[in-house]
């Protein structure tokens, strides 16, 4: 079964950190293009954050740019949020997710990205002020 | 950045019932566009991409149609599991961008 299951959430002070882990299993982890999407309380979703299969290229929203970092460790099929200077408008649901992609390029130096068609449950991160 | 807006924000609808949502970008996408159902306190569950490549295991009652701006989601006959709120998602460029969601109940 193709699951993705997300740590790591909880309460921090405002200008805290915290990494989340989202853990992989059932598909070839290291083949896929990652995202997080987070969800404030009672509001829509927001994309924060996608790595492209071969890691190379990674992409942000404005919002988290300079204080979020995407990475994973293919040798143990995660993916990592490390999420620094953290604001209250951070609280949300942290979504892991897979992305359905493919070469945009016979060298794939460029990927299409079409959706995200495995998510996690969701870990909670409270920013408190 | 592309702007997604969607209408209706909610409906209400009937066991049976045809509902259509429709999603604008602000720009176009193409057909790089994904439709998502979520349920409260579930994480969203995706329908269809590519404007409307219906995703595995999902009911043929769900559909998706357009290109460019303008986009539909169609639920023909309603079912009671259906009742949740509907998401569309650009893929064009980023940062992708969802849709404030459509809200569907009784």
């Known amino acids: 079964e193709v699951q993705l299951l997300e740590s790591g959430g909880g309460l921090v002070q405002r200008g805290g950190s915290l990494r989340l882990s989202c853990t992989a299993s059932g598909f070839t982890f290291s083949s896929f293009a990652m995202s997080w999407v987070r969800q404030a309380p009672g509001k829509g979703l927001e994309w924060v954050s996608t790595?492209?299969?071969?890691?190379?290229?990674?992409y942000y929203a404005d919002s988290v740019k300079g204080r979020f970092t995407i990475s994973r460790d293919k040798s143990k099929d995660t993916l990592f949020l490390q999420m620094n200077s953290l604001r209250a408008d951070d609280t949300a649901v942290y979504y892991c997710t897979k992305e359905i992609s493919s070469c945009a390029t016979i060298s794939c130096n460029n990927y299409y990205y079409y959706a995200m068609d495995v998510w996690g449950q969701g870990t909670t991160v409270t920013v408190s002020s | 950045d592309i702007q997604m807006t969607q209408s209706p924000s909610s409906v209400s609808a009937s066991v049976g019932d045809r509902v259509t949502i429709t999603c604008r970008a602000s720009?176009?996408?193409?057909?790089?566009l994904a439709w998502y159902q979520q349920k409260p306190g579930k994480a969203p569950n995706l329908l269809i991409y590519a404007a409307s490549r219906l995703q595995s295991g999902v009911p043929s009652r769900f559909s998706g149609s357009g290109s460019g701006t303008a986009f539909t989601l169609t639920i023909t006959s309603l079912q009671p599991e259906d009742f949740a709120t509907y998401y569309c998602q650009q893929a064009n460029s980023f940062p992708f961008t969802f849709g404030p969601g459509t809200r569907v109940d009784v």
């Open positions: 720009q176009g996408v193409s057909s790089w």
């Open positions: 790595i492209n299969p071969t890691d190379r290229t990674t």
